[in-house]
């Protein structure tokens, strides 16, 4: 009896040891993101992270970059692209199906990961790194009738956590 008590206590004291561990290990990964506003969408992104805007036209397309932690945002306006062909050639065009046709020419193997929503698919990428090299990277990019939104990183973890936490300004 003496050490069937004992064996409950040791197991108590485990699950609560477990459970300290557990809040700890999340409550790290929470301080360790932030949240950005990058105009036209918000995203979580690593606390260390410092985005330099790369180019901009606020009209269609801005670019930003994160040295330190080798990650590249990019912001399309579909929405302008698709309305600035429509009246200067007259031709309707669909930005989404274009740029997926170009993704599936570019010979990029898109990954089988689970999303939490239908408008993100994941892609094994190259990367130019900031010192020249070209390096195995992934890219997440997040897509809809308005915009495009593509997070590159040598990270697929990174780039999927930030891809899924975008929301979209409206």
Known sequence: MENKNKVLICIIIFVIAAASLVA??????????????????TMTIPSNAQFEQINSSSEFAETYIDNENSIMVSF??????EENVQNSTGYTIDFKEICTKYLEQMNLTKLDESSNSSNIEFYNDKMISTNGN?????????????????????????????????????
């Open 24 to 41: 700890i290990t999340i409550s790290s990964e929470e301080n360790n993101n932030q949240s950005a506003d990058f105009g036209a969408f």
């Open 76 to 81: 399309l306006n579909s929405s302008y692209i």
């Open 134 to 170: 070209v390096q195995q990277g992934y890219a997440g990019i997040y897509s809809d009738d308005n915009q495009m939104i593509i997070v590159e990183c040598p990270d697929l973890d990174l780039v999927k956590n930030m891809t899924q936490s975008i929301k979209i300004k409206v």
